[in-house]
């Protein structure tokens, strides 16, 4: 099993409740679990997208970069790094976020797309090979116009995002 990007939904007051949980990470498995939260996972292809969208790897997000938001998150629950990777982005922000996805041209980004240029990069996961190509290609379309989706989604509900990458 390796690491897999989750989206789920979260007004402002459960993100600001999940500041103080005891163990974040448990929290959220039990938020999923209940299924009262939309929730998009985005399986293992969150660096992949990252590094479409912003040219680098998901490792080193860009500070206050919409596009490098909508995949890592604007912030971390915890600075310590040995903590779980488990951000937020709040309902304003997804509003911002949402709007730069909608203007983002994945086609452009992806028309020139190479799989070796991303196993260069040790862009995660060591899938990116050139027979794969196409497959790779239409993987990452479909991932982006989910994440576009579930961003509009929570904009139009007015909600904020909790992102945990595990």
């Given at each position: 099993?390796?690491?897999?990007?989750?989206?789920?939904?979260?007004?402002?007051?459960?993100?600001?409740?999940?500041?103080?949980?005891?163990?974040?990470?448990?929290?959220?498995?039990?938020?999923?679990?209940?299924?009262?939260?939309?929730?998009?996972?985005?399986?293992?292809?969150?660096?992949?997208?990252?590094?479409?969208?912003?040219?680098v790897s998901a490792t080193t997000p860009i500070k206050d970069n919409l596009l490098s938001e909508a995949v890592v998150g604007t912030a971390m629950f915890s600075e310590d790094e040995s903590s779980d990777f488990i951000s937020y982005i709040y309902p304003k922000r997804v509003s911002e976020i949402s709007d730069a996805l909608n203007k983002f041209d994945i086609d452009n980004a992806l028309s020139d797309f190479s799989p070796r240029i991303l196993a260069q990069n040790d862009i995660y996961p060591m899938i990116w090979v050139e027979d794969e190509k196409e497959s790779l290609k239409e993987e990452l379309l479909a991932v982006f116009n989910e994440l576009k989706q579930f961003f509009s989604e929570m904009n139009h509900a007015h909600k904020g995002i909790i992102v945990s990458i595990y």
């Open positions: 099993m390796g690491m897999i990007a989750c989206y789920m939904e979260a007004d402002e007051e459960l993100i600001e409740k999940m500041k103080s949980a005891e163990d974040l990470f448990e929290e959220i498995e039990e938020f999923e679990e209940e299924g009262e939260h939309k929730v998009y996972d985005m399986d293992k292809l969150w660096d992949g997208l990252h590094f479409i969208l912003t040219g």
